[in-house]
Nanobody, 115 residues
Framework: QVRLVESGGDLVQPGGSLRLSCAAS????????MGWYRQAPGKQRELVAA???????NYGDSVKGRFTISRDDAKNTVYLQMNSLKPEDTAVYYC?????????WGQGTQVTVSA
């Protein structure tokens, strides 16, 4: 069992930056592939960024060049650095952990980009 707790969501102006954190409890965090997803009102949940247990990364097309995912296995934490934020980045951001066949979700953190 893995418990994921996101933090760092906030209201930010367009062009601003935020860093989200996801703290994981449980064993063997380093063996999990981690990801950030987001869901805006009326839209499906979509992949924002993912990082494998080996450090390989993958990004959604809409955030490439603006967002960076990283992990600190010593702290059982994964981060999402978000720069050049746009109003369309407004959503609830969820942390995800997977080690097949098991997967876990956090409760989400709200990011609002508005002037």
């Amino acid at each position: 069992q893995v418990r994921l707790v996101e933090s760092g969501g906030d209201l930010v102006q367009p062009g601003g930056s935020l860093r989200l954190s996801c703290a994981a409890s449980g064993r063997d965090f380093s063996s999990y592939d981690m990801g950030w997803y987001r869901q805006a009102p009326g839209k499906q949940r979509e992949l924002v960024a993912a990082i494998t247990s080996g450090g390989g990364t993958n990004y959604g097309d809409s955030v490439k060049g603006r967002f960076t995912i990283s992990r600190d296995d010593a702290k059982n934490t994964v981060y999402l650095q978000m720069n050049s934020l746009k109003p369309e980045d407004t959503a609830v951001y969820y942390c995800h952990a997977v080690r097949r066949p098991f997967y876990f979700w956090g409760q989400g953190t709200q990011v609002t980009v508005s002037a």
